[in-house]
C-alpha cells in the first residue's frame, strides 16, 4: 500500500510539473505573439492606471477599471520604463496561476491524469487562448477565482483556517474583474450545504474581517480620486444591471447567445469528449436493461424521488426560474437559482448521493451563464467566466466514461489510458493551429496599433504644444497612451444613437455623420483623431492620414 502511495504521489507531481511546462509554453507563444500584435483598445486603460499606480501618471487614467492587473503591472513600471509588455506578461504568469489552481482542485475530486485532463482543457479552450495574455482581465480574474473557490473547498473539508486566504483571495478575483463578486453565490452555498463539517465557523468571519482590512487602502485611494469610496464599484453595478447598455457597441439582448456558440468556445477535442460521454452513456444504458435486478432500482430510485417534496419544491422553483430567465433582473434569478442549488443538494442527501462537488460547480458555472446571459452586452470573452467549472464537467464526463467502458491489463485501465494520450495530443496541436489563426485574424489591429502611434507621433512633431490643445478621438485610450496626455472620448453616432467605442467598420447615414460634425461644433477641440472614412466636417479639415487614422484640426 505505501509503493502504490508513493508511485501515486510522483506520478501527482510529475503530472504537475508537465501542466506548469505545457501552458508556460503556451503561455510565452501566447504572450510573445500578442507583443508583436500590440494592445487592445481596453488594454491601454489598464496601462495608464498602471502608470498612475507607479507614480508615472501619464494624464490621463480611467479608474472606474478593475485594479489589480494595472497594480500588478506598475511593479515593472517603478523598476523600469513604461511599456506596452509588461501588462501581457502578468496576465500570461495568471493564467498560468489559474491553471495550476484548478489542477489542484479537480485532484480533490479525480486521480492526477484525470486531473492533468480536467485542467490542460481549461488551458487550451479556443476562447481561453484567444484571450491569455491580451493584457484584458477575463482570463486573469477567472484564474484568481479559481484560486478564490478552492481555497473555499479546502476550508470546508480540510481546514477552516483557509477561510483565512479564501476570502481576501476573492476579493483579489473581485478586484480583478468586478463580475467575479458573483463567486460569492457558489461560495456560500457550499458553505451553507456543508455547515455542519465545518469546525470553527468563527474562522469565516475572520477571513471577511482579513478581506475587510486588505480593502481599506484601496478605498481610501478611491475616496481621493472620486470624493466616495465606493463610486467606481457602484458604477460597475449600475451598468450590470442594464440601464443604458441598448447604447454599447456589442449590444445583444439573446440570452441563448452562449448557448449558441458554444462548441467554438470549448473547441473540438471538448466537443469529442462530450460524444464521446454520451456513446458512453448510451452502451450503459442498453448493457443495464438487460440486468433486471438494475432496471427496477432505478425504478424504485425515480418513485422515492418524486414522492420527495423537497423534490417538487425544488421543481417549482425551476420552473419559476426558467419562465422568468432574462424578464427580471439577474440578481432574482441568481438569488432563485441559489434556492435551487440548495434543494438539489438536500434531494442529493436524502437520496444519499454524493452531488455536493457538482452541485458546486453547476452554481459556479449558473452564477456567470445566469449573468452574461441576462446582461444585454455580449462579447464571446465572456464566457471565460463559465470555463473553469465547464472544464470541470468534461472532466467529469470523461472520468466516468472511460470508468464505465474500462478494459483492463494488469491493473491498468487501457480505455482511459488510450483516450488520455489521444486528447491531449489533439489539445496541444489544437493550439499549435490556434495560435497563427490568431496572428492572421488580429493583424488589423495590428496594423491599427501601428497607424494609431505613427499618428500620434506626428501630432507631437506638428504641434510641440500639443499637451496644451484640447484633443478627441474615437478610441481615444490609444491616442491618449501614445501621446502621454487626457484625450477626450468622442461618441459614435450609428442609426440615431450615441455609442462610444466600437468597431471600427461603420457604414454611417448621412444623419449619423451630421450628428458627429453637431458634436465636434459643441465640443469645438482643437484636434479630432477619426478612425472612420468619408467624414466631411464643417468647421475641420484633414491635416494627415495614417491608414486608417486621419487627424482633423480646427479651421
Known amino acids: 500500500m505505501n509503493k502504490i502511495n508513493v508511485k501515486d504521489k510522483h506520478l501527482e507531481w510529475g503530472l504537475l510539473f508537465f501542466l506548469i511546462l505545457a501552458v508556460s509554453i503556451i503561455a510565452y507563444f501566447r504572450v510573445t505573439l500578442q507583443m508583436d500584435l500590440g494592445p487592445i483598445f481596453d488594454t491601454y486603460d489598464y496601462l495608464a492606471n498602471a502608470a498612475l499606480f507607479a507614480g508615472k501618471g501619464i494624464g490621463f487614467a480611467d479608474l472606474t477599471r478593475p485594479p489589480v492587473i494595472s497594480i500588478l503591472t506598475a511593479i515593472f513600471f517603478v523598476f523600469g520604463k513604461l511599456s506596452v509588455e509588461p501588462i501581457m506578461i502578468v496576465d500570461g504568469f495568471l493564467y498560468i496561476f489559474g491553471c495550476v489552481g484548478l489542477y489542484l482542485f479537480l485532484k480533490t475530486f479525480f486521480d492526477p491524469l484525470t486531473s492533468f485532463i480536467g485542467s490542460l482543457l481549461f488551458a487550451t479552450f479556443p476562447i481561453v487562448i484567444t484571450y491569455t495574455g491580451a493584457g484584458f482581465n477575463d482570463v486573469s480574474g477567472v484564474s484568481v477565482a479559481i484560486w478564490a473557490i478552492y481555497l473555499a473547498y479546502l476550508a470546508v473539508k480540510k481546514d477552516s483556517r483557509f477561510f483565512f486566504l479564501s476570502f481576501p483571495v476573492a476579493l483579489i478575483a473581485f478586484l480583478t474583474r468586478y463580475n467575479m463578486a458573483l463567486i460569492i453565490f457558489p461560495i456560500f452555498l457550499y458553505i451553507l450545504v456543508n455547515w455542519k463539517e465545518i469546525k470553527r465557523p468563527r474562522n469565516i468571519l475572520i477571513g471577511i474581517g482579513l478581506s475587510i482590512i486588505l480593502i481599506i487602502p484601496l478605498l481610501l485611494f478611491f475616496n481621493s480620486k472620486f470624493g466616495g469610496p465606493l463610486d467606481p464599484f457602484l458604477s460597475f453595478f449600475k451598468t450590470s444591471g442594464g440601464g443604458g447598455v441598448t447604447e454599447h457597441f456589442a449590444y445583444n439582448p439573446d440570452p441563448l447567445y452562449f448557448i449558441k456558440n458554444i462548441f467554438s468556445y470549448i473547441g473540438v477535442t471538448s ?145 482511459k489510458c488510450l483516450i488520455a494520450t489521444l486528447i491531449i495530443v489533439a489539445m496541444l496541436l489544437s493550439v499549435s493551429y490556434q495560435l497563427p489563426s490568431i496572428e492572421k485574424d488580429n493583424q488589423n489591429s495590428k496594423l491599427y496599433n501601428q497607424e494609431a502611434q505613427a499618428a500620434s507621433y506626428w501630432l507631437m512633431n506638428y504641434d510641440p504644444d500639443y499637451k496644451s490643445k484640447l484633443i478627441y478621438a474615437d478610441l481615444w485610450s490609444y491616442f491618449g497612451w501614445f501621446l502621454k496626455m487626457n484625450v477626450g472620448k468622442m461618441p459614435i453616432f450609428r442609426n440615431n444613437k450615441t455609442l462610444y467605442a466600437g468597431a471600427k467598420d461603420y457604414n454611417f447615414t448621412k444623419q449619423d455623420k451630421l450628428s458627429f460634425n453637431n458634436k465636434l461644433e459643441e465640443l469645438r477641440p482643437d484636434y479630432y483623431i477619426s478612425s472612420f472614412k468619408g467624414m466631411n466636417f464643417t468647421n475641420y479639415q484633414p491635416i494627415q492620414k495614417f491608414g486608417a487614422v486621419t487627424i482633423y484640426k480646427r479651421v
Not at 418524486?306 to 427580471?328: H, T
Request: charged fraction near 20%; glycine fraction near 0%; proline fraction near 1%.
Open 271 to 415: 466537443l469529442a469528449i462530450f460524444f464521446f460521454a454520451l456513446l458512453s452513456l448510451v452502451f450503459v444504458y442498453f448493457r443495464r436493461m438487460r440486468a433486471r435486478s438494475e432496471d427496477m432500482k432505478w425504478v424504485s430510485a425515480l418513485k422515492k424521488l418524486f414522492k420527495n417534496y423537497k423534490f417538487i419544491i425544488m421543481m417549482i422553483f425551476v420552473c419559476v426560474f426558467l419562465v422568468s430567465l432574462a424578464k427580471v433582473h439577474y440578481m432574482i434569478s441568481e438569488f432563485i437559482f441559489f434556492v435551487i442549488c440548495y434543494f438539489a443538494y438536500l434531494v442529493a442527501d436524502d437520496l444519499s448521493a454524493d452531488l455536493d462537488k457538482d452541485i458546486l460547480f453547476l452554481a459556479w458555472f449558473m452564477a456567470f451563464f445566469i449573468f452574461q446571459s441576462v446582461y444585454v452586452a455580449k462579447d464571446h470573452r465572456y464566457f471565460i467566466t463559465m470555463a473553469a467549472p465547464m472544464a470541470y464537467f468534461l472532466t467529469r464526463g470523461f472520468s466516468w466514461s472511460v470508468r464505465e467502458l474500462k478494459v483492463k491489463y494488469i491493473n491498468i485501465n487501457l480505455t
